[in-house]
């Protein structure tokens, strides 16, 4: 899983007139929640977040939050829960983070990623994904970003299960075992 820093204030002001000001300043209002601890209103330089989303577009990441309220800093671990964004002008209007510990576990989506040129396609069969993701319960920064399956012995009409990928020995898997994964199938099967 990445692990990734970024910069913010605390802030002290809320609503519509603050959060329009913070962005014309080119920051981006967000807020901090987590189970253990109140909410923390923070700004975010927009440029510098919205280099880091680009960088953890669609991955499960950890990002240490480094928070200055003009006294001292502190740092939190957290995810990104949701993203607002204006639908016209496509910018950053709120962002919602949820702290979370490196110890506990967690359940998340973690991507399948197929690798390799399975036989039966080049037997004239047809290669059918039918799961491009699982659900994965593990220690934050123990989760994958991805769990690669090599399809390169796939023969027509084989079907991968999901109890037959190899998945992390420090992770757990939370989708059911018999799911089907990827086949390949003859032409007319697909009809």
Not at 5 to 15: E, K, M, P
Not at 51 to 64: E, G, M, R, S, Y
Request: proline share 6%.
């Amino acid at each position: 899983m990445l692990h990734e820093q970024l910069q913010a204030t605390v802030g002290r002001d809320c609503g519509k007139g603050p959060n329009r000001s913070l962005r014309k300043k080119g920051f981006t209002p967000a807020i901090l929640y987590g189970p253990k601890t109140p909410p923390v209103r923070l700004a975010l330089e927009t440029k510098m977040f919205t280099k880091l989303l680009f960088k953890i577009h669609q991955k499960n990441a950890v990002i240490t939050l480094n928070m200055n309220d003009g006294a001292e800093t502190t740092s939190r671990h957290v995810m990104v829960k949701e993203l607002q964004t204006d639908p016209i002008q496509d910018t950053l209007l709120h962002a919602d983070f949820y702290e979370i510990s490196l110890d506990d576990k967690v359940t998340l989506p973690v991507p399948l990623r197929y690798v390799g040129k399975a036989k039966g396609v080049d037997h004239g069969g047809d290669l059918l994904v039918a799961l491009h993701e699982v659900m994965i319960k593990g220690r934050p920064l123990d989760i994958p970003d991805a769990i690669e399956i090599d399809v390169s012995d796939l023969d027509m009409n084989d079907s991968l299960l999901l109890k037959d990928v190899k998945i992390p020995e420090q992770v757990e898997l939370k989708s059911a075992d018999t799911l089907t994964c990827i086949s390949v199938v003859s032409p007319r099967a697909e009809i």
